[in-house]
């Protein structure tokens, strides 16, 4: 495993990646044409945890953990997520969360915060090749990262969260867009972009991504009362992906954010 992340692994793994694959020799027998032979569902999450604060003031990772385990995903992106820091106890929060859900989890820290770190991370129950972090233009002068892992199954899921004025944000957004727009292999974007739809920061990425939209209700904040969509699950413009369902989940005391769910199936 590459990268500059540390992995955090859990004794049992839930089952890998949903692949609806068949190898190159039953194509052969089955006469089933290659392009059509191999296709991918994920079960993508994005969630801000707000470090595990819930809107009642309350510190309470294992209701986190209770929300993200009944999205049954194979990868959750988190946002403002703490390693270590003062102000959660010196927890390793990515740890805690793996640990609780069986998943194995990866910390991507924007910058040194309170004796830790603080910064996105990534858990999946599937099998890794890399783990990566990004730089990319900081806000109010404040170091932010993008984190990466990509899957066994030659996908990356990326945990991206946007910040500061809208001129910061778009130098955020055409920076991810360089960093992942023109790989060779499928990519989702998933967390909190801090713009709305028909917003300079999404019309910006809308040009190189799409932008999935949410069945029911897309609003995402305040978890209590949400009457704004941030939240959202991005793919290349250009992939081949089938959106089989979009949703928000409906869990108003745990974060400042509710979770969002895409079931994506690729070719």
């Not at 049992?12 to 006469?31: E, K, V």
């Not at 079960?43 to 986190?64: F, K, P, Q, T, W």
């Not at 609780?100 to 309170?114: D, T």
Request: hydrophobic share 40%; glycine share 8%; proline share 6%.
């Amino acid at each position: 495993m590459t990268g500059s992340s540390a992995s955090r692994t859990p004794a049992h793994l839930r089952p890998t990646l949903r692949i609806l694959a068949i190898s190159t020799a039953c194509t052969l027998l089955l006469g089933i044409p290659e392009a059509a032979a191999a296709q991918t569902t994920l079960r993508v999450s994005a969630y801000n945890i707000r470090h595990g604060r819930g809107m009642d003031g309350e510190l309470d990772l294992r209701r986190v953990a209770a929300v993200l385990r009944e999205l049954d995903a194979d990868v959750i992106t988190l946002q403002e997520v703490d390693d270590r820091t003062e102000r959660t106890g010196g927890v390793d929060q990515v740890a805690v969360l793996a640990e609780l859900l069986g998943y194995q989890g990866f910390h991507g820290a924007h910058r040194p915060y309170q004796g830790g770190a603080y910064g996105n991370a990534v858990l999946t129950r599937l099998p890794v090749a890399a783990v990566r972090t990004h730089p990319i233009p900081p806000a109010s002068g404040s170091r932010l990262t993008v984190h990466e892992v990509e899957l066994d199954a030659g996908i990356s899921v990326v945990s991206v969260h946007l910040a500061g004025s809208t001129g910061e944000r778009l130098a955020q957004a055409d920076s991810v867009t360089s960093w992942f727009a023109d790989l060779d292999r499928p990519v989702v974007l998933a967390g909190d972009f801090n713009g709305r739809p028909g917003g300079p920061v999404l019309t910006r990425l809308a040009r190189d991504w799409r932008v999935l939209e949410k069945s029911d209700s897309p609003v995402t904040f305040p978890a209590d009362a949400p009457d704004r969509e941030i939240d959202f699950i991005l793919v290349p413009a250009k992939a081949e992906v089938e959106l089989l369902g979009h949703r928000v989940i409906d869990a108003p005391v745990a974060s400042d954010h509710r979770p969002i769910l895409a079931i994506l199936r690729f070719y």
